[in-house]
């Protein structure tokens, strides 16, 4: 059945796709440019043309958009079956490199990935935090196996990487805190008691944070951006010293309050954030990934104290 699919060459095509030039794919293949596109014009003799040309640019046709859509699902499943491979004996680890976008809580991070941890498999987990896109990105070249958003997969988000696989994990309301003497004083006529008080957040490009500033601006309540700091941790640092009131997820209210010293003032019923397991495939064979997104807990809006 596979006879005439020669999938070294499919390889090729797939890389160059993805780098987007025949340049870039060879620095990453490590193959001299006229080879790869000697490679290239060997498959595309067989399939028909894969690429446009115009001058150096390369760009898919219909039929290519349509071979790279399979080859994204065969290699993403290639690299699965290559952790299994390497791994053969349950005794030996699993590689689990697993993505979180900055503004992503830690505590939710450790939350929403302690399932993997009792999976019944040993994992050699690496962790890694930085912007959703190329977070994304990395999750398509495979140096990533899960990325944790929380903020939905746009298609703006992600522009040129191609189809990936969202699911929802968890939802909360927000809740603000504040060093504990400034909380007791926000609780007496809260949220009205917000007014005129500093905001500290780790991200404004969010769909939370566009829905809380639309919140606030709706009940006439200015609050305005005292710092946006890219680490959620050293956000409460500065909470805790008076620099200001930061918000997080309802559902880790008490292990953020007991950590940081510092207190709730309220929570905001009306604004949620989510968060969102993001995968290759949309039935990974992972078993990290599997505990995962088998834990998800979809609609989930309850504080858990």
Not at 9 to 20: P, S
Not at 26 to 53: C, N, V, W, Y
Request: glycine fraction near 6%; charged fraction near 25%.
């Amino acid at each position: 059945m596979l006879k005439d699919l020669n999938l070294k060459h499919l390889y090729y095509f797939w890389v160059i796709a993805e780098t987007g030039s025949i340049a870039r794919a060879s620095d990453q293949l490590d193959l001299a440019p006229q080879t790869l596109s000697g490679q290239l014009s060997a498959f595309e003799a067989k399939t028909g043309a894969l690429f446009s040309r115009k001058g150096r640019g390369l760009k898919l046709t219909a039929l290519g958009e349509k071979v790279r859509d399979y080859a994204n699902k065969i290699f993403a499943l290639a690299g699965e079956l290559d952790q299994v491979l390497r791994n053969p004996d349950d005794n030996q680890p699993i590689r689990f490199s697993v993505g979180f976008s900055a503004s992503v809580h830690k505590m939710i991070a450790y939350r929403l990935i302690q399932p993997a941890l009792e999976c019944g498999q040993r994992l050699q987990l690496k962790i890694v935090s930085g912007d959703l896109p190329d977070l994304l990105r990395s999750l398509k070249r495979q140096t990533l196996d899960l990325v944790i958003s929380d903020q939905p997969i746009t298609p703006e988000i992600a522009t040129g990487i191609g189809d990936l696989h969202p699911k929802h994990l968890l939802s909360s309301p927000l809740s603000m805190f504040a060093a504990p003497r400034l909380a007791w004083s926000l609780r007496r006529g809260f949220p009205y008691s917000l007014d005129g008080h500093p905001l500290l957040t780790n991200d404004t490009d969010t769909q939370w944070f566009s829905e809380l500033s639309f919140w606030l601006k709706q009940q006439k309540i200015d609050m305005k951006v005292q710092a946006e700091i890219n680490d959620s941790a050293l956000i409460k640092i500065f909470a805790r010293e008076g620099m200001g009131i930061f918000t997080a997820p309802s559902v880790i209210a008490d292990e953020v309050c007991r950590q940081y010293l510092v207190e709730e003032a309220g929570e905001i019923q009306s604004v949620s954030v989510s968060h969102y397991a993001v995968t290759r495939t949309p039935d990974p064979i992972h078993p990290g990934i599997k505990a995962v997104l088998a834990a998800s807990e979809p609609g989930t809006t309850d504080k858990k104290r």
